[in-house]
DNA sequence: CATGAATGAGGGTTCATTCAT
DNA sequence: GATGAATGAACCCTCATTCAT
């Protein structure tokens, strides 16, 4: 307290330790800890109180749900791309549950709060995890019209699959072709 | 009070504050309130204390593991059964499948320890899957002899695609038939 | 959107965004949630910086002083009519007396802070007190006059125990009996 | 963590490390900083951990219950001497409203959790003022069987204005005298 | 072999107040 | 003057696990 209080408060107040600062301290923790580090933890490594980490980001969903924002905006770019350059739909869809599947397993444990969120709705995560399945259907939608894809199968289904691929995945450290595997079944599950 | 309670309860108690009873709690515990229900309160509910809990299952995987073990005969006898009675190799596997889906969604947060468990190998846990995974194995070699099923799909990514299953249904409280979706992609995606 | 909003903002509430328009939120809010309701909460609600709120008043005591002002020439009002109409001095020491009840009770939680600042004397709620104490030895020294008051009790004494009423009163909520019948009590307590 | 853990556990297990250990240390900590002194704060004076002070008091109304029983043995024998050696009813009444004044003094900030337990009913400081009101109002009832108390005063009603009374003298450092008056004006309030 | 008190790190969260901008 | 981000001590409480009895 004595140190803390003692040092000019101005320093403190560097801009590099706002938000964006917090944001980046917590994808190295994310990354590295997995997405259950202790809120504290990362206030305390980010170098900030944890009040300023609330004010930030009033939960955990919050915090996680800005991380993904950042993310959101290259699955997006990657949507635009493979709606201008795969024309066949089912390559389209394949690809799309690719990137998919790249973004659910950026930390340890995301996928677990994105179950969650899926199924609450009240979460900030809800509305992303929303947006996704949406995309989903449009990609599978065309699949649908082509003949590329089984008719029953539903986006909010194939969205949850990647979810449950990239769960098993991301604890998988001894056996790394289950995740692989787990898509080829999914792809042929899908398919016609 | 305290004497006489105490001397009255070891009297009555001496054979029910054992294994089992404590086996019987935890199972009822865990069905209703999920696997992370707290180590103390399932001694406290037992009658007993923590350390006696400790004593017979040192940590919750192996609590978790015996719990496992009373449903393995039942899941053992299923296999027997599915042996005996279903001659197609592939409807076999299909059943052998759903029976392992049940069994992983026997408590809320099931999954998740078994997942675990099937990477780390340390855990008591690991053995039941093990077999598990052995015995799918099993009908799987079957039914790739038969032309049931696709020849690179491995019984452990089946039992990993289960486990996936199941975590998704457990949470999926909104959506009855995610599962089912699930598990009808899961089935077209191994069967030729 | 940030220096959109600044700037109309800053031009519309110049002139909202003072003390008064402060003080008019901090009485809603005191009124509805206890005067325990947060600093930053109040000043959040009344459209400004706690920084601002701060500015005008350095503290809550400040701040519910001031909102006790403006109940203030309420107060004084009801004494200048009681001056006036009550000419009975016995029957004019029980009005105010009243009064006071009534404005101890304005908000939840109030009593605490004015039995802290009465004998504190650094509180801006002290001379607010003070003031009170000195009215109602103003009428208890008529009332000892006429002899309708029992000498010995003073005029910081009935404050208290008008304050003690209301403190009694406020959480009284499973029997709304308990503040009259206290104030009976009072009254013969004082009154010959 | 290291100090700690290096110390011999026995030495914490000490038979002065337990419930009354606690008790005293929080009896003398009440005493002198009041009784919202934080519970982690008592628990590291008392040398245990949180936990161990919420094992045995699951919340600061348990302790303050369990502290206070103590000294209802002290204020039941009060009574039953007061019964014994005060034959005058109203004398009786009067010597017990103010051993019941003196309890409610023992401890700075007592009265609040006391008033909220007397509405709310859920605490167990709730008995423990129940019980006082039953006392008070069997006094009451001798007194107003020999005229010696207004027929329209009940028990509850002393009881919470001994609870005022209490509540005004904690915090009249500056006033000694305030408190002995309020409760001249209590008993010329309820006795005839 | 059973007991259950003790441990104590750790978790999430709040809020009065300051101060650089 | 106004702003509001930052502060960080404090609070309450939980729980897996140990170990003296």
Redesign the interface.
Known sequence: MTEANTRQRAARTDKRRNRSHILGVAERYFTEHGVSESMNAIAKLAGVGPGTLYRHFPNRDALLAALLQARSDELKARRDAIRREVHDSTAALAQWLEALGHWATAFDGLPEPL??A??E?SSPLALTCQGYVTITDEFLSAAHRDGGA?P???G???F??V???S??RE?????ET?GG??E???????AT
Request: charged share 25%; aromatic share 6%.
């Open positions: 179950r969650l899926l199924n709705g089984r029953t199968v539903r909010k289904d194939l949850l699959n979810l449950a691929i769960w098993v604890a998988a450290l001894a056996d289950s595997a787990l080829d079944i999914m792809r042929a599950g899908w």
